[in-house]
């Protein structure tokens, strides 16, 4: 981000495209990443942890 610009959304819409991503998980206070995420691609499942109580919901989610 210093040197070279942010290619977010390009990273974004590959994953999806090539990878099959359909899941996102932030780790860490804010929603800057999965907010930008959806905005991409709203059929991605969006996941915010910063605590324990949220680990375990985005674990029980990703493991359904």
Not at 1 to 28: D, F, K
């Amino acid at each position: 981000q210093v040197s070279r610009r942010v290619r977010w959304h390009e990273l974004m819409t590959r994953m999806v495209a090539e990878a099959g991503i359909h899941s996102v998980v932030e780790v860490g206070p804010g929603t800057v990443l999965t907010g930008l995420a959806r905005r991409i691609d709203r059929s991605l499942k969006r996941y915010n942890v910063s605590d324990c109580a949220s680990l375990e919901a985005a674990r029980v989610a990703l493991t359904a």
